[in-house]
């Protein structure tokens, strides 16, 4: 068996982020999985019907896409395959009573989904949006 300076448990965005940190101080490290795809919860799949691709874990991905981290090595991580795909609208919290909160990557819609929800919010929701954009 061959020595390793370090042994990553976990083929996810984080588990590939910090084998990538410590290789390119010149460690020498192994990356294992359990799952036959790599990606952890950064993974899609098809679950559903042929051509239907769904976030199996992925939701908060952009956490991760706005960090120093992914800034850093993202060629990296495009060069193994990685891809991102984002629709305008990645997420919503559903109310018991029906109602919902959907989730913009435009601001524009953010700030009017905010406003609807909470009618006094729209400037707050503004400074969130601008703020979160960079």
């Known amino acids: 068996m061959a020595d ?3 042994v990553v448990v ?3 965005h984080n588990g ?13 490290v192994l990356v294992v ?3 036959d795809v790599p990606g952890g919860a950064s993974k899609s799949r098809e679950l559903t019907l042929p051509g239907f691709v769904h976030d199996v874990h992925a939701t908060n991905i952009g956490f ?12 990296d991580f495009f060069a193994n395959g990685f891809g ?3 629709g305008d ?3 919503a919290s559903v109310f018991p009573d029906g109602d919902a909160v959907c989730g913009y990557m435009d601001p ?4 009017g989904e905010l406003a609807r929800q909470n009618p006094p919010t729209p400037r707050l929701g503004r400074r969130c949006c601008r703020s979160s954009a960079g």
Do not use: C, H, N
């Not at 910090?18 to 010149?26: E, H, N, P």
């Not at 991760?64 to 060629?75: A, N, P, R």
């Not at 524009?108 to 700030?111: C, G, N, Y």
């Open 108 to 111: 524009q819609k953010m700030v």
């Open 89 to 91: 609208q990645p997420y």
């Open 33 to 35: 999985e359990q799952s």
């Open 84 to 86: 991102i795909s984002a």
């Open 64 to 75: 991760f896409l706005g960090s120093d981290t992914f800034q850093e090595f993202k060629d």
């Open 16 to 28: 590939l982020a910090s084998a990538l940190v410590l290789s390119r101080a010149g460690w020498k």
């Open 10 to 12: 976990g083929s996810g």
């Open 4 to 6: 390793y300076d370090a």
